[in-house]
T-cell receptor
Framework: SQTIHQWPATLVQPVGSPLSLECTVEGTSNPNLYWYRQAAGRGLQLLFYSVGIGQISSEVPQNLSASRPQDRQFILSSKKLLLSDSGFYLC??????????????FGDGTRLSIL | GENVEQHPSTLSVQEGDSAVIKCTYSDSASNYFPWYKQELGKRPQLIIDIRSNVGEKKDQRIAVTLNKTAKHFSLHITETQPEDSAVYFCAASILPSNTGKLIFGQGTTLQVKP
């Protein structure tokens, strides 16, 4: 069966510090991968998605970047964190089935607090 | 652009009553509609989904209905229990696309009072 791992679970960082969140998927190949951010009490905002190694699409302009160095690894980064980067970050994957819609499966999330 | 409207934003019911959450989507090409449940501080979890070639799907106390003509789909929870309290998100697939992207509604906070 497929599993998704996301770490760390919680992170407290000072303003201006760098960030690296990692997500890995097991039990599948060539998944579609996604990074979402969720502000407290709010909905899911899609930040980045990837359909393959090295292929990253950004949904909103921001202080963050993403990379996919391996098929089942997705990394969210920042060079200098802002207070507005605080939130609950969720990684998700879905199987690649072309144009047939598929469920997305979420990791446990990283709660990021910027001080 | 594509959009999913979800109503109501909050819903409070008595234990044992039914709860209905409704969503409207804009992209007539959407062919897949999942529902997620998110408990406080946890990840969203898929609870039920429906494809555009089906009008209704049921799984124990939860059911989803789809009206493609009106571009509406709804989640029905019967015999609600306190553990049903959570935020519920509807979503619709974005097509034409091979990215697997979903567009999510803004969520409904369901409170089931014992």
């Amino acid at each position: 069966s497929q599993t998704i791992h996301q770490w760390p679970a919680t992170l407290v960082q000072p303003v201006g510090s760098p960030l690296s969140l990692e997500c890995t998927v097991e039990g599948t190949s060539n998944p579609n991968l996604y990074w979402y951010r969720q502000a407290a009490g709010r909905g899911l905002q899609l930040l980045f998605y990837s359909v393959g190694i090295g292929q990253i699409s950004s949904e909103v302009p921001q202080n963050l970047s993403a990379s996919r160095p391996q098929d089942r690894q997705f990394i969210l980064s920042s060079k200098k964190l802002l207070l507005s980067d605080s939130g609950f970050y969720l990684c998700a994957w879905s199987p690649d089935r072309g144009r047939v819609g598929q469920p997305q499966h979420f990791g446990d999330g990283t709660r990021l607090s910027i001080l | 652009g594509e959009n999913v409207e979800q109503h109501p934003s909050t819903l409070s019911v008595q234990e044992g009553d039914s709860a209905v959450i409704k969503c409207t989507y804009s992209d007539s090409a959407s062919n897949y509609f999942p529902w997620y449940k998110q408990e406080l501080g946890k990840r969203p979890q898929l609870i039920i989904d429906i494809r555009s070639n089906v009008g209704e799907k049921k799984d124990q106390r939860i059911a989803v209905t789809l009206n493609k003509t009106a571009k509406h789909f709804s989640l029905h929870i019967t015999e609600t229990q306190p553990e049903d309290s959570a935020v519920y998100f509807c979503a619709a697939s974005i097509l034409p696309s091979n990215t697997g992207k979903l567009i999510f509604g803004q969520g409904t906070t369901l409170q089931v009072k014992p």
